[in-house]
Structure formats: C-alpha cells, structure tokens
C-alpha cells in the first residue's frame, strides 16, 4: 500500500512564481490535512478537509488554497510564492471526519521541500 | 483553545538510558493525545495514542506514555535507549468538536554511544 503520496518532492521557486502541491491517499479515509513544517515551531495546520467537498482554513492559510478534487486527492496552491512560504509541507489522511470520530491519528506523507527565493 | 507545550528542545541520552520526553497540554475537557515521531527526511509516524480508558499507554518501539489529567501531562518514556531511536518526537492534541491536530514545537532526541 502506498498510503499517502506527496508529490514533487522537491521544489524552487521565485518569488512571485505559483505551483501547486499534490497529495492523494489510498486508504478511503474521510479527512485530508495540509501542514508546514519550520524549525522550532512544529507542524502548523494550513488548510483541512473534513470530508470530500469541504474545506476549512486552519492556524496559517494566508498565501495558500486548497482543493478536495475528490475523496482520493487534496491539493495546496501557492498563488504566488514568497520566501516565508519557505518550508517543508506535509499532507496527512485520516479516517476520522465529518460524522465520524475523530480521535483518529493522522497518517503522513513524506513530505515537499519548497524553497522560494 | 487546546495546545501543547513540549520541554525542551533537544534531549540527549547515553544508550541504554533512560529516555523522557515531557509533554504538557491544555484542554478544558478530556482531551486525545498522541506521540508521533519523524525520522530524517521522513514523515511522522504514530508512535501511540490516547483516547479513553488506561491511563498508561503502550506504543510501538517500546515506548509508552502515562496520561496524568491532574498534571495535565503525556509524558513519553521508554527504559532503555537504542541508537535508532535517535530522532524527533511530537506530542499532540486533537481539538474538541473539531478534526484538526495541534501539534507541540517538537523534541529532538539524541542518543550517544
């Protein structure tokens, strides 16, 4: 199984470029996440999808959006990229959401290294 | 608002030590709580979990975690450390009502030979 699948793995940028961040899961869960992660500061929640069709912001939206393309997919863009956006990004699934429970952990990708300059 | 505290930053054992991790959360009703941890260039990954019951939770890895309501605590331990526990661990909380995580700053464990 590859659970969840984040893709590039890598990127640069200019400042002022826009790209979008891939993220699909195959384990049927309900709810989709999208963090960044920086140094000292742990992981902040930039955007969540309780359930297909649904999206909520989270702690850090400014600069970013988001799609729930389907049950499978959930996508983050970046209109247009500044340094501070500068980070490591994380989507995570779970099977908890919308009228379900949701003490469920969550399972993560490996992760996309963005840097802006 | 629910949040966690985790003390310390870095934390360096010798193996076969003892390791701690402490954790401390806030929560104005009975909370879930979770330890991750992450491997270099990885994502995290669940180490266990808390929701109801046994207030002593047993993990993968040999860890396990006391959840203490009257400390507000989650502390990590395991009895003796192995080099590859060498990594970072989060502690977290999942927020009343609602579907998202909140996660602590994080602590890097170190292990010395």
């Known amino acids: 199984n590859a659970g969840v699948t984040q893709t590039p793995k890598f990127q640069v940028l200019k400042t002022g470029q826009s790209m979008t961040l891939q993220c699909a899961q195959d384990?049927?869960?309900?709810?989709m996440y999208w963090y960044r992660q920086d140094p000292g500061m742990g992981l902040r929640l930039i955007y969540y999808?309780?359930?297909?069709?649904?999206?909520d912001k989270g702690e850090v939206p400014n600069g970013y959006n988001v799609s729930r393309l389907n049950k499978r997919e959930f996508s983050l863009r970046l209109e247009s990229a500044a340094p501070s956006q500068t980070s490591v990004y994380f989507c995570?699934?779970?099977?908890?959401?919308?009228?379900?429970?949701?003490?469920?952990?969550?399972?993560f990708g490996n992760g996309t290294r963005l840097t802006v300059t | 608002a629910q949040s966690v505290t985790q003390l310390g930053s870095h934390v360096s054992v010798s193996e076969g030590a003892l390791v701690l991790l402490r954790c401390n959360y806030s929560?104005?009703?009975?909370?879930?709580l979770f330890w991750y941890v992450q491997y270099p260039n990885q994502g995290l990954q669940l180490l266990l979990k808390?929701?109801?019951?046994?207030?002593l939770v047993k993990g993968i890895n040999g860890f396990e975690a006391e959840f203490k309501k009257s400390e507000t605590s989650f502390h990590l331990t395991k009895p003796s450390a192995h080099m590859s526990d060498a990594a970072e661990y989060f502690c977290a909380v999942i927020n009343t009502g609602g579907f998202k995580t909140i996660f602590g700053a994080g602590t890097r464990l170190f292990v010395k030979a």
């Open positions: 995570a699934s779970s099977p908890g959401g919308a009228g379900s429970s949701y003490n469920s952990p969550l399972h």
């Open positions: 999808s309780a359930s297909e069709g649904t999206t």
């Open positions: 929560s104005s009703v009975p909370p879930y």
């Open positions: 808390y929701t109801t019951g046994a207030t």
């Open positions: 384990m049927n869960h309900n709810s």
